[in-house]
């Protein structure tokens, strides 16, 4: 039997649901936009027709809160568990529906930021939100569509693409020597368009060698078409310092780490007999310095990917169908103390293909399957296969069966440090997970509620074997389950107000040892109430997280609140008052690690 619920999960919910439940009737009239997603079966489809649970985080959505980081913008959203090390800048990594950070792919614009070379987690706390048009995450296993780390889902952060001339610029100043800087600009010259941005946060911290500044510029130019082929080059350079006070428990006033990363892409789409190919070539280049702390030795990490992708789509008659292939390559390169070198590489060559097809009236049919050749994991086959079923004009029932795997990573294989090895035995980790799903729309109101049920076959733990210098290797050691369900809830109260209430359960266990999986709560609710008056545009947003368990550590459940308030002063200035932790509320959301205290920022955003 499910456990109950913790009292603070559901008060939360249930003062907020009834609150709009009694809330007066709109006369409006119902939103017919429909929401789109290209993530789920890498063709655009409405959201609601998915045989995925998912959810797309809008650019209005990320304004209206105040987010400033992609950590911040999931962290409400049902299914995801953002857990971060301390305050603004530390790491700070998504787990979906209970699988682990490394079981969750992160994509920026559909090219993989998650690397091999660093253990397969993926920092979100690194990605600024200025230059985002919305984030789509699809949870539950996505192997069939894109490999290994799909196990948990897929993440996929999409930039603003340039379509006129505009401009926007953030400057504010905050508690803590906080400071958010931006500026982007998009237009049209001579039949090219193009974009820009640029990211400065710094952030002094609330704890000693706490501090973190960072750099981002982004950058992409779509050219005019050559003989039917739309060509567009795109790049990103990101570099960051980062101070790393350490736990409560062992502080340090020292230990410092470097992240820098640089990517660049170029595509190529046409239509070919009445179909869209679409070719595409990347190269990302991350490096990080000092992963372990100065006691130990100095260390840097550099990790390359090298991709191609071909996909091709087309409508045959009733049958909606993707092709695509995938080479691709990762480097890892570690140097200890420039004295040891390592230097491994992994390739991987996929081939895919899916269809949707109506089987009858109402009925949609997805079938996926996906090959890959992986230099480390072997041959690996993962099916999906999906059911979207129209109840009514206003309802869809979604079943689906998917199988996923992740490939060790090149840490885990090969890493060397201090007593602390790799072990280039393991076997690849495998899943599989049913969900069946609703989603519904009603006056004003939107539902979705999705139920999932998973397990992970040979799962990689890190063994410690000298837990003095907390030296180990890893094995394939764990069998894990994730069962669970989530629910989401949105309404429109009247023209000025939205609330939008979600609520996760998650079951996730070691069957090994029938141990909680560590970092993953029972229960996490949120809220979010938008207000707009007249030229004022309030949000609150309220997150309760349940205990989750750290080794034996139980690190306690917390509820905070953030209040974001904006002035349209003219069409183009506009005044904010960000107060984060409203109720000074003392946390941490990995244990051992404070979150930042109550903190204002204000500032200004300008738009053109």
Known sequence: MLKLCKWGAFLLFFTFACAAV???????????????????????????????????????????KGAQTVADALKNVP?????????????????????????????????????????????????????????????????????????????????????????????????????????????????????????????????????FSATDLSGSIEFPDVKGWALSLSGNTYNDSLGLPGSITFPSLSDHQWWKRKGIELSAKRDINDGEFEIRGYKIKQSLTQLNPDWFMDTLITGNTNALELTYSKDYGVNNLIFGTELRSENYEDIENKVVV?????????????????????????????????????????????????????????????????????????????????????????????????????GMDTFDFALFKGKIKDQIAFIIVDPIFFAGTFENLERTKQNGFEFNWTRAIDDTTDINVSYTYTDALNLANDSRIGGIPYNKAGITLTKQLNNVNLALTGKYVGNRMYGMVKSPSYTVFDFYASLKANNNITPYLMIRNITDKKYDEVAGYPAEERSFELGVKSSW
Do not use: C, W
Request: hydrophobic share 35%.
């Open 22 to 64: 009694y809330a007066q009737d709109s006369m409006l009239e119902v939103d017919d936009e429909v929401t789109l997603i290209i993530t789920a079966e890498r063709t655009p489809q409405p959201v609601s027709e998915s045989i995925s649970s998912a959810t797309v985080v809008t650019a209005k959505e990320i304004k209206e």
């Open 79 to 211: 299914g995801v568990s953002i857990a971060q090390n301390g305050e603004l800048g530390s790491l700070a990594n998504a787990k979906l529906r209970g699988a682990s950070s490394a079981q969750t792919l992160v994509l920026i614009d559909g090219r993989r930021l998650t690397s091999s070379a660093f253990g397969s987690n993926t920092d979100l706390s690194k990605i600024p939100t200025d230059n985002i048009s919305r984030i789509e995450v699809i949870r539950g296993p996505v192997s069939s569509l894109y490999g290994s780390e799909a196990i948990g889902g897929v993440i996929n952060i999409i930039t603003k693409k340039p379509t006129a001339n505009a401009g926007d610029a953030t400057l504010g100043f905050g508690s803590n020597g906080r400071a958010a800087r931006s500026v982007a600009v998009r237009g049209i010259a001579k039949n090219s368009n193009y974009s820009f941005s640029a990211s400065f946060p710094k952030y002094n911290g609330s704890r000693p060698n706490s501090e």
């Open 342 to 442: 390592q230097d491994k590489k992994i390739t991987n060559k996929a081939f895919f293909v899916q269809d949707r097809l109506p089987i009858g009236e109402k009925t949609d049919l997805v079938a996926g399957i996906r090959f890959d050749d992986h230099s480390t994991a072997g041959n690996r086959i993962t099916p999906r296969l999906g059911l979207s079923y129209e109840l009514n004009s206003n309802s869809r029932l979604r079943a689906s069966y998917s199988e996923g795997f992740r490939a060790p990573s090149l840490v885990e294989l090969y890493y060397n440090n201090f007593g602390s090895v790799g072990n280039p035995n393991l076997k690849p980790e495998k899943s599989r997970q049913y969900e069946v799903g609703i989603n519904t729309k009603y």
